[in-house]
């Protein structure tokens, strides 16, 4: 693909909702990573992946929050019982491999209400 | 506390005029300092940096990183109006456990015609 996608780009949600972002990153990328932006802060990291290993769940603030990747591309950021703090813009970046520049998508504007 | 730590936060201009954007950094294992452009929402990388003392140019914006003082600074010269957009500052580390790229805050900056 031309470019990091991710859907969708705005998501409104109330407050106890789960919700499923998605990215489908540049093809050939191997390497996908979760941010999380909020108002006023940079971005974030919440999770990595890279090719078959598995991902570094690091950043992740709760166990309300997983991520999986499918065969190695399209990846799902899943969020379990939201809260209002967790309002934030999500953005998904992908890399060639690790030590490459990562590429970001436009990212998903969630808003728990 | 924050590794990497981007001045000022905010910054207003005129058309024409030219900016410094400073950002320093504090990481054990540093590999490389990179600068994205983020305009509403999906950051577009700018430069990538890992050797001291030698700029990177691109247009009107410039970059210098200096290894030893850690610190990186971005200029725009003859700034326009499209230039008015969140500029962050990330920091490649090895062996980190955020991922591999650990952002400032940014600073907005926004030109006036």
């Known amino acids: 693909g031309a470019g990091v996608s991710q859907s969708p780009s705005n998501k409104v949600t109330e407050k106890g909702k789960d919700v499923e972002l998605r990215c489908d990153p540049i093809?050939?990328?191997?390497?996908l990573y979760w941010y999380r932006q909020s108002l006023g802060q940079g971005l974030e990291f919440l999770i990595y992946?890279?090719?078959?290993?598995?991902?570094?769940k690091s950043g992740l603030p709760s166990d309300r929050f997983s991520a999986e990747r499918t065969g190695g591309s399209v990846s799902t950021l899943t969020i379990q019982r939201t809260q209002q703090e967790d309002s934030a813009v999500y953005l998904c970046?992908?890399?060639?491999?690790?030590?490459?520049?990562?590429?970001f998508g436009a990212g998903t504007r969630l808003s728990v209400l | 506390e924050d590794k990497v730590v981007q001045s000022p936060l905010s910054l207003v201009v005129h058309e024409g005029d030219t900016v410094t954007l400073n950002c320093s950094y504090e990481?054990?294992?540093?590999?490389?300092l990179l600068w994205y452009k983020q305009e509403k929402k999906a950051p577009t990388f700018l430069f990538m940096l890992t050797s001291s003392g030698i700029e990177k140019k691109s247009g009107r914006l410039s970059s210098i990183l200096d290894k030893k003082e850690l610190f990186s600074i971005l200029n725009i010269t003859a700034t326009q109006t499209g230039d008015s957009a969140i500029y962050l500052c990330a920091v490649e580390e090895y062996g980190g456990s955020q991922g591999n790229l650990i952002f400032g805050k940014g600073t907005k900056l926004s030109v006036k015609p």
């Open positions: 970046a992908s890399s060639l491999d690790k030590w490459n520049i990562q590429y």
């Open positions: 990481v054990t294992n540093f590999r490389s």
């Open positions: 992946f890279q090719g078959n290993s598995a991902p570094d």
């Open positions: 093809s050939g990328h191997t390497a």
